[in-house]
């Protein structure tokens, strides 16, 4: 029997839920699915320019595991760009840093401190959120 797999701690959700390839008319390819983790792992390696040893460490993951997840996303947006296909971020096997709210008016992504009693949208000051599920 396999081990469990072990939860995957990403800082904050990615702040698109797709891209799509402009001035394609042909939309009957099937979309890339990006995890979350593997859009952490792009951000981490690529953006914020992390060795993999940190970011492994601020995931909770081995360097190696780490490695396989980043490798996997690189692919997955390779795929996309040479086949023109739609990249869809999908949950996967992630865990929040911190509870995330989304905003129903502005969209706008957030969390609440605990210093913080009201539930509002730090943009428009909407008290119509939700959270984010994990």
């Known amino acids: ?11 904050a959700p990615p702040g698109f839920k797709g891209y799509r390839p402009y001035g394609n008319r042909n939309r009957a390819k099937e979309a890339v699915e990006l995890l979350y983790e593997e859009y952490e792992a792009i951000k981490l390696a690529d953006y914020d320019l992390m060795n993999h040893k940190e970011a492994s460490e601020l995931m909770g993951i081995s ?3 780490f490695a396989r997840v980043y490798e996997s996303a690189r692919r997955k947006i390779a795929l996309a760009l040479v086949e023109v296909k739609e990249i869809k971020t999908v949950f996967g096997n992630a865990i929040f840093d911190k509870s995330w709210f989304l ?10 401190p605990p210093t913080h009693y009201k539930h509002v949208c730090p943009m428009c000051r909407s008290n119509n959120i939700e959270p984010i599920k994990q």
Do not use: D, K, S, Y
């Open 103 to 112: 905003c129903i008016n502005c969209h706008a992504r957030f969390t609440i």
């Open 1 to 11: 029997m396999p081990r469990r797999r072990r939860l995957r701690r990403i800082v």
């Open 63 to 65: 360097r190696p595991t």
